[in-house]
């Protein structure tokens, strides 16, 4: 390159290394080592090959192998939320974590495994009842990206319950990106949880989902307009639906703000929902305007 | 890590290692080798590598190296196919797959590839007739979705003909992961097929399309409910949409159940179709309700 | 493999080789190298490291480390852009790109990256804002998908005006694979431009977007039907909305042709709008149809 391009880049570089007034208000240079969104990966591959050893273990299809790597596995999940908790709190600036409360945390993560993946193994069931293009549970297992994105929840939902600063959100993110689900770590969601192709589904902080609910693709269950607290930020308070057991929401509806659907409901697709819909009721998108016959053309 | 710790995942591991009763109820340990998912994107790149070898082989742009390339990718796609189908029959418990019916599966597929290659490119033909933002057809190659996904549907559909478990399955899903665009393999979809943008696209198993289509991003081809067998499992029964040649379907509109959408209509954004189209018929959304002015704020 | 097979896949490769008829007529066999999707994924990464040094940098958080990583990725950031730009050129058969052209572009784009950095921090403010969710700053540029999809489409939109062919397309679609959002990158957009969730919004070529303006997952700015030119072509004229400042826009909402959304109104989910809306306004979907009780079931 030519030395006024030379000099210019390197112009350039030194404005960029300086952090501009915005940066500096906001923050954004923060000192502490950052959670390593690699480690949180193996973390996640960890755990599903513990999970799900004859799918995604080391271990293949030998009974006694898929046993020694279930217990790497293990092993190494702890080492890696060991780490990657400690460095969760680092970085929200905490200075209350102690070594002892990393290590209270990932032993209650690891005492819930098992139980997490029993409600995970519902989530399964649940698809197999509910989709006819199923021809088995390993289907789904193998190839269903509601699999991906529940297993993420559901261990994101834990370490949000045991405080975890950030790392839940970051392990939420990666299966948004990979599934186009985006499930924030706080909600709460029952049992027989099923997914049905899913991209496009929200399913926003303070959501409450009872059992035996099914979503299909681009649901949204978010908030509409919220209070301001002193400073000037938005209040973090209930603002998300609650769908009691055995609702069905087909695609594309949006649900928004804190109503309940009341148990059995089904919101047809492409409806607009803000007010409460009582037990066993079918919502509706009202009727289409059916147009006449008209000249053939591209669009509309 | 301290001792009780080590206990701790010891007794973790011991506990998953064991198949739970559901596992064992769903069959979750199949002893069966199971298809790769990296030899079948190995596969996928191997066709688009073939079919367009300017812009994704290893040949470069040499005439020559082109052909020699080929030759390469087309070898590599017969052994790739040879293992992974095997697989896939025996993953899916199936013990009347012999060799001569793999041979059978992979010439047939091989002897097809280049009749895929060819409606393939009646789709990109297709975008190009319809999106004034595209500058010449090698973009549309380069750097369009659609491509993508309907290079993997029309790979998977023919292998679902052909009898192929499992394996067409994992191929749409790996486009669905990278484009958001969910097409059942099953699906029947004519030539000139054209997707814009895309996300959110689902496609379903018994959906048949003419020739002439265009779907916008997030349109749902769906099921309505559906009757259960004796076995209180769903019935795989036509259940979803007939869309007719000429068809466009803008985005976020839903289309459920076995209704034919005649030629030429148009249905618009983000309505919810469950009855029968006539041909040539526009189907808009009802009037919004255009409420007054009201004081500016966050949200609605 | 047997002969027969080999002989079959002989005979397949040498048709692959031939272009067909239509890959002729379309010029899918462009003699030119193309650009590099690798390099751009690192330019990018270069850019995401110059601007957010504490998160992305290999630098870490020592700040002189950075500077030295900064000086380093600019560096990198010139030499990736000269060689991608000039293949650019090349493959779009443009014999008019001179290396003092692309020294040009490739200054003009350096100088602007300060800039580039100063609005996608109002971004990131104008989340901070809009989201209860949020912790802080940092979690967003670490964890949420619209910095990535603004830092694509910043970057992507300025490469679009200093007239790059394809590669501004390129970046786009890197970010849209990603996120589900798929921005044009000729669309121009205001600055606390906030994004939520994001997944399926789809923004064209000729949007024009104000300040302050909040957009939902699911959204769609497109385009209705279009004139076609002489050649049957479809014209490149201004077809896609304006949103004036203050605008939100809640989720799945179709807003299509070029319509203008006064400032401050607010566009309730799943509405279909393809007339304009004065400022101030609120809009929502007709009234949905409450179906009384009816009796348990699957679906719909």
Redesign the interface.
Same mark, same amino acid.
């Given at each position: 390159?030519?030395s006024?391009?030379n000099r210019?880049?390197?112009g350039?570089?030194e404005?960029?290394?300086h952090p501009?007034e915005? =940066?500096v208000r906001?923050?954004?240079? $923060? +000192?502490? !080592?950052?959670?390593s969104t690699d480690e949180l990966e193996e973390l996640l591959r960890r755990v599903r090959s513990?999970?799900?050893?004859?799918?995604f273990s080391e271990g293949?299809?030998n009974?006694e192998m898929?046993?020694y790597q279930?217990?790497v596995?293990?092993?190494q999940i702890?080492?890696i939320l060991?780490r990657q908790v400690a460095r969760g709190f680092a970085?929200?600036g905490s200075d209350e974590c102690t070594e002892a409360m990393v290590?209270r945390i990932?032993?209650a993560f690891?005492?819930d495994?098992?139980e997490i993946?029993?409600v995970l193994?519902?989530d399964? =069931?649940a698809i197999?009842?509910?989709? $006819? +293009?199923t !021809?088995?549970?390993?289907?789904i297992?193998?190839?269903?990206?509601v699999v991906q994105v529940m297993l993420h929840h559901r261990v994101a939902h834990k370490l949000w319950q045991l405080g975890v600063?950030?790392i839940p959100?970051?392990i939420a993110?990666m299966a948004?990106?990979?599934?186009?689900?985006?499930i924030?770590p706080?909600a709460t969601i029952g049992e027989y949880f099923a997914i049905d192709?899913g991209?496009?589904i929200?399913i926003?902080?303070t959501t409450i989902i009872g059992n035996h609910v099914m979503l299909?693709?681009?649901v949204?269950l978010?908030?509409?307009?919220?209070k301001?607290d002193a400073d000037?930020? $938005?209040?973090?308070?209930p603002?998300h639906p609650v769908l009691e057991d055995?609702v069905?929401v087909?695609?594309?509806?949006?649900i928004?703000g804190r109503v309940t659907i009341g148990h059995?409901s089904?919101i047809?697709?492409?409806?607009?929902?803000?007010t409460d819909?009582p037990p066993?009721?079918?919502?509706?998108?009202?009727?289409?305007?059916?147009?006449?016959?008209?000249e053939?053309?591209?669009?509309?």
């Open positions: 390159m030519n006024t391009l210019q880049m390197l350039v570089a404005t960029l290394s501009s915005a =940066e906001m923050n954004l240079r $923060p +000192a502490a !080592a950052l959670p513990a999970f799900f050893p004859s799918f293949g299809s009974p898929q046993h279930i217990g596995d293990v092993n702890g080492y060991r970085f929200c290590s990932v032993e690891l005492g495994m098992p993946k029993r193994l519902t399964i =069931e197999a009842l509910r989709d $006819p +293009a !021809a088995n549970h390993s289907e297992v193998f190839a269903y990206p600063p950030i959100r970051i993110e948004h990106s990979r599934t186009g689900i985006d924030h706080a192709h991209t496009g929200v926003g902080e299909y693709q681009g949204t978010g908030a509409k307009s919220f301001l000037g930020r $938005p209040q973090n308070v603002r055995g069905t087909y695609s594309n509806a949006s928004l059995d089904v047809g697709g492409n409806v607009w929902i803000t819909v066993n009721t079918r919502v509706l998108q009202g009727k289409p305007r059916s147009v006449d016959t008209f053939a053309g591209l669009g509309i």
